[in-house]
């Protein structure tokens, strides 16, 4: 029954996550057509022959309907044609894949520091509630919050690079290449970077969470029942405030996706964040719509895994 | 006066908030009185003073072009002033409307709200970068950019906020005297939206800062000539060992700012309606 009403629940939330992302496929479309200019010289570049822009005209149908023109975009898309980019001269997707490795990496070592370092300090900021500890970690969470990744980026180059020489202060070459999985050491100070107003985030998320469940009646009754405190804190009280955390978790990490557009630009990675802007200053659109196509549907899809995870711990939740 | 004590109340109870709106009206009149205040000229450039360490002349040094990092510090507090009160404008002139018209007209609302909901399906930054390549560079389009951004927040909350008012007693109260939608909305609705929407305000401000400083960093806001902390950082990046400071000023410089204004928030929705409190704290964020 309980498993009925679960995939009931998936599938009208995932339903509602295919229209968003139709709806978005419109405005992606539409991005290139809102560029002054000729979509073609757009998409071609001023460089182009006269022959080059009629036959790209002919290939997206840009002498036929809008409507016309969407869906044969669509379809392409949808059989991994996303253009070809300005300045590389491949195919978009390609380019896109090369930079795939880097953020998704940086991406998840981020959320481990995340992880490592929000939960267990919230935890005990909650535990402490008012005291010199909780006031220093609430305090120093705000500040975090309140710092641009950037400037953090460049004190970590400063200290861990420059000074110390302890670390890498730029660039990213593959686990698969030699040195293997110590080359993740390059990824270290970035990731920290972007750890650092995430893990502010979930700090203050689990704080606040855990104080609310600790309110709550049943914590109350285990408490009268002689269960150790600490029992009551992990199995009672942790437990039911992570279900906030864990929907913070999609929050953040889609949010990371954008963040380390600057975060890997300082540290000079070849990810796809550092590809989008470069790609706005060499004018590439292609690229550039490309990029934000794929990180709307990453964003999209992370969002929805979840809010099915969440409904899955716990049943309560329903469709907003 | 009771209105007015009444705000500054949750300031003197708590003296870290009181010591952000300190630093929030110093910033406000660095920038203001930046001709009067300001030792040299910022962009006057002295190629034999070029990275000087903070001196008693040059109180935060200066870069590498002879400039004075103060002054330029303070005159990048007039950008940030701009930027905040632009984004806080435009998102407020926007998303409040949407949000009120979406209550008052539920038909409406739907497509409203759910075209809101379509915008956030979009990562802020990437969002604002996509508006910075079709609009260009420049203040202004940052502004209008990170506006977009959060209007779509400001949209959310209002829509939360006033839906919720709309179901209060008194609104009912005034319905079934025989007021029309127009009486309803500017006289219940509307100003009871102004608490909330100050404390939406104050992160709103907060997280322009951010944004515009990193679209600088990236040089995709304001001009490189413009003393904005954002730029200044981009530009201190070359100079990291040699010249230090010129990465500490700007960019402490930033943090105040956008901590003060966090701190400034958080005591606003302390003082706030308990009804408001949850929609601020979970939707105030892009």
């Known amino acids: 029954m309980l498993l009925n009403f679960f995939t009931s629940y998936a599938m009208r939330r995932t339903g509602a996550a295919a229209v968003t992302m139709a709806a978005a496929s419109v405005i992606i479309f539409a991005f290139i057509h809102l560029i002054p200019g000729d979509p073609t010289y757009v998409l071609l570049g001023d460089g182009a022959t006269p022959e080059q822009a009629e036959a790209l005209s002919k290939k997206m149908g840009l002498d036929r309907p809008i409507v016309v023109q969407y869906f044969t975009w669509a379809v392409n898309v949808l059989q991994g044609d996303l253009g070809k980019s300005l300045f590389f001269q491949a195919p978009v997707l390609e380019i896109i894949a090369d930079g795939a490795e880097t953020s998704l990496l940086l991406a998840g070592i981020t959320m481990v520091w995340v992880v490592l370092i929000g939960i267990p300090i919230g935890m005990l900021s909650a535990t402490r509630q008012g005291t010199a500890v909780d006031q220093t970690a609430s305090g120093l969470a705000m500040l975090f919050a309140s710092v641009p990744t950037f400037w953090v980026g460049l004190y970590l180059i400063l200290i861990f690079a420059a000074w110390l020489g302890w670390l890498p202060s730029s660039g990213y070459p593959s686990i698969f290449e030699e040195d293997g999985l110590y080359n993740l050491r390059y990824l270290l100070l970035p990731s920290l970077a972007l750890a650092a107003p995430n893990a502010a985030l979930i700090l203050r998320l689990t704080r606040a969470s855990m104080l609310d469940v600790a309110r709550q009646d049943y914590v109350r009754t285990a408490r009268a029942k002689g269960i150790r405190p600490w029992q009551v804190t992990t199995r009672h009280i942790f437990r039911n405030a992570l279900l906030a955390v864990v929907a913070a978790f999609g929050f953040t990490l889609a949010g990371l996706i954008s963040e380390a557009v600057v975060t890997e630009t300082v540290f000079s990675l070849p990810g796809i964040g550092r590809l989008v802007v470069q790609s706005i200053l060499r004018r590439d659109y292609p690229v550039i719509q490309g990029v934000i196509l794929i990180i709307v549907m990453l964003y999209l899809t992370i969002n929805l895994g979840v809010d099915l995870i969440n409904r899955y711990l716990d049943p309560r939740v329903e469709l907003e | ?286």
């Open chain 2, 1 to 286: 006066m009771d209105l007015l004590s009444s705000w500054l109340v949750p300031f003197l109870k708590h003296r870290l908030s009181l010591c952000g709106l300190v630093v929030l009206i110093g910033v406000i009149l660095a920038a203001l009185l930046a001709p009067v205040i300001t030792p040299y000229d910022p962009l006057a450039m002295d190629p034999i003073g070029r990275l000087q360490t903070p001196n008693m002349a040059h109180w935060f040094g200066t870069d590498h072009f002879g400039r004075d990092t103060l002054s330029r510090v303070i005159y990048g507090a007039r950008l940030a002033l701009l930027i905040g009160t632009g984004v806080v404008g435009f998102a407020m002139a926007t998303g409040v409307p949407i949000g009120v018209l979406s209550v008052l007209f539920p038909r409406v609302g739907n497509v409203l709200m759910r075209l809101v909901d379509l915008m956030m399906a979009f990562p802020a930054l990437l969002l604002a970068l996509g508006l910075i390549v079709i609009l260009g560079q420049g203040v202004t389009n940052a502004i209008l950019a990170i506006g977009v951004v959060y209007l779509t927040t400001t949209a959310r909350i209002t829509y939360s906020v006033a839906l919720r008012l709309k179901a209060e007693t008194f609104v009912e109260a005034g319905r079934s005297m025989g007021a029309n939608t127009w009486w309803l909305a500017t006289r219940h609705i509307i100003p009871n939206l102004v608490s909330p929407l100050l404390v939406q305000a104050s992160f709103v401000f907060a997280f322009a800062q951010l944004g515009a400083a990193s679209l600088d960093f990236l040089g995709l806001g304001a001009p490189p000539d413009i003393p904005s902390w954002g730029n200044m950082l981009a530009e201190s990046r070359r100079y990291i060992t040699r010249a230090p400071w010129l990465l500490f000023f700007p960019g402490a410089m930033i943090v105040l700012t956008a901590f003060s204004l966090n701190l400034v928030g958080d005591a606003l929705r302390d003082r706030l309606d308990p009804r408001f409190r949850d929609e601020l704290a979970n939707k105030g964020k892009p």
